[in-house]
Structures are given as C-alpha cells and as structure tokens.
C-alpha cells in the first residue's frame, strides 16, 4: 500500500523569504502522480502543483516549484518570496496514474506560518 | 459552473442519530469520492466512485454508507452517528483525463 509522509507538523517563514516543505512517500509503482494542496482557513482545498513521476523536470506554477527526487522517493515543495496569504495547512498527495479514480492518499500535513 | 457542492456545512448530532451528507456535481464527472480530515491524520478516504451505480471502499469505510444513483450526486449516510465520527467531510470529484481533483468546501460535523 502507498502511504505518505509529512514529518513537519509546524514550519514558519518571514515574509519575502523561502521556505521548503518536505514529504516522502512509499509506492511499488514506477508512475503515479504527487500533488499539493494548500487549505487556509476557509477549509477550501486548494491545487498548488502537480508531478507526473514519469517527467524528470520538476513542476514550477509561479513562486512554487518542486524538488522530486523519484529515487529517494522525496517530494518537497518550496515557496518562494513568502507572501502572508501562503499561510495555510499544504498537503502531500500521492495519486495512481494511469487510471486515477479518485483515490488521493495523503501526508499529515504541514502547518505554515508567516511572519510579517 | 457551481463545480462541487456539499450540505450542509455545520451540523451537530447526537449519538445514534442518522444523517447525509450530499454532495452534487455539476461538471459531468465519472469519479467521485469522500474524505475524512481529523487533526493530524490528513485527509483519509472513506468511499469512492468511478460512475453511476459503481462504488467502493475506502480507507476507514465503516459507519458510512455511499450510493451513486447519478453522475452528478453522491451522498454519504452516518447510519448511527458515534462521536468518532466527529470530523471535517470532503468530497471531490474528477474526470478519467484530470488529474485534479475539485473539492467541495467541507462539512464540518459533530456528534455528541
């Protein structure tokens, strides 16, 4: 079975700077899909980035932008110029490719913090 | 569009009490499916769906009962609410071609 790990409950950052949020993941299949999601305070889930397993270049949307390391199975995000609006709970997800019903398997989730 | 639609979005119930939860699509999706958010435990998937008349389980699928009688609807029954079952319900929805999955804004539930 395929499970996902998120190892930092709690990470902050000042406004303007980087960030790296960290996620690991366990999976017999050689190609699957990683996604994002942020979730503020509204509670709305929010699609930030996604990788295909099978691309080696890793994903960028904007200020975001992934380091995938299929090998070592580690998939960690990283914000750049740090706005207060990226506070919010990230998840790490972990999806079956070709055939994706559905099934989200997620980490535990990653509070961030960002001080003004 | 109004893309995934959940009711309700607070509800209180005491134990034993039975209720749904509804969840409507309005995008033509095949794939439909329920989430459960405790603290701690991210998101963990109750049921699932891959069309009308098709469903399965999940992760952690007891105490919960799904149907998909249409594309667009797919509800989630608590048949005797038990204060484990206190959580945050998802439901989300995609096509066999995205990847992405939309999400509806949550239904925050207690039982007592």
């Known amino acids: 079975a395929q499970t996902v790990t998120q190892s930092q409950p709690e990470m902050s950052v000042q406004e303007a700077e980087t960030v790296t949020l960290s996620c690991t993941y366990d999976t017999s299949e050689s190609d699957y899909y990683l996604f994002w999601y942020k979730q503020p305070p509204s509670r709305q889930m929010i699609l930030v980035i996604r990788?295909?397993?099978?691309?080696?270049q890793n994903a960028t949307e904007n200020r975001f932008s992934v380091n995938f390391q299929k090998a070592a199975k580690s998939f960690s995000l990283k914000i750049s110029d740090s706005q207060l609006g990226d506070a919010a709970m990230y998840f790490c997800a972990y999806a079956t490719y070709p055939s994706n019903t559905g099934k989200l398997i997620f980490g535990q989730g990653t509070t961030l913090q960002v001080k003004p | 569009n109004a893309g995934v639609t959940q009711t309700p979005k607070f509800q209180v119930l005491k134990t034993g009490q039975s209720m749904t939860l509804q969840c409507a699509q309005d995008m033509n999706h095949e794939y439909m499916s329920w989430y459960r958010q405790d603290p701690g435990m991210g998101l963990r998937l109750i049921h699932y769906?891959?069309?009308?008349?098709?469903?399965d389980q999940g992760e952690v699928p007891n105490g919960y009962n799904v149907s998909r009688s249409t594309t667009e609807d797919f509800p989630l029954r608590l048949l005797s609410a038990a204060p484990s079952q206190t959580s945050v319900y998802f439901c989300?929805?995609?096509?066999?071609?995205?990847?992405?999955?939309?999400f509806g804004a949550g239904t925050r539930l207690s039982v007592l």
């Open positions: 990788q295909e397993a099978y691309k080696q």
């Open positions: 769906s891959v069309g009308a008349g098709i469903t």
């Open positions: 989300a929805s995609s096509t066999g071609r995205d990847r992405d999955k939309n």
